[in-house]
């Protein structure tokens, strides 16, 4: 039998590619994902029901908010399925936490809320965190993602290597350490490095030189190669790989 995963993940606009980017960790599985665009239901047909196209940018607390309620008034999940997969952008929420046990005390707590829901059931409760962001992922593979000349202007992404690799390593060489050490929001600071290069070295690849989530996030994490991402991410992303690989 297939196992199943239901997956809560940040509802934005790089997330609507993440069941692709699950299935590379792991391609036996079957992955639900699951999402606040869903509508109010009749319970025999919710769970069926696919996702709507309107996204609504729910994260952290709201996002387990939404969790927990469905999996409350729809127990089952917790006995169909191998594990329930939270996937969200931390966003600085670890900011003054010790990394070292901030996802297994996630990871525990919410553990116990799923077997506070029903004792029978033995799904695995996975955290899967972007520190600070899903940009963390998409820097720590280049190639796929702004390295690669067919999604993004090569002009740019030359000279964006400085600040990146600077940066970086004023983080102790993970990104995943950057909520320690700066209080802007990774994705802003690299929408801002890129329109400041693009000025000062007069790009002119205008239809490749910016990013945004809405443009770039989706297409970048369904191309991103999680393994080479596992090897540089080990704070968070890695041991929810490993996870991921051993359902």
Known sequence: MIPQVYVYATDGYTETSIKDFLTKMNPRIKWIIRSPRLKKLPKKDYLEKELLPILTGKTGEALETFMLDEIGEHSRILTECAAVLLEDDLDMRDAEEDQNTFLSAQQERLQAKLSAISEAGTARMICLYAAPEVETWLIEDWENSFGNARRFSQ??????RKPINDRKGVCGDSFERYSHHFSKKLSDWLVEQIQR???????TDVDKAFYSKKHHGSEFLRAIDPSVIEKKCR??????YHAIQNI
């Not at 002009?155 to 964006?160: E, V």
């Not at 290069?197 to 790009?203: A, C, F, M, T």
């Not at 704070?235 to 929810?240: G, L, N, Q, S």
């Open 155 to 160: 002009q740019i992404a030359t000279q964006l």
């Open 235 to 240: 704070i968070y992303f890695a041991k929810a």
């Open 197 to 203: 290069l693009s000025i000062e070295y007069g790009i």
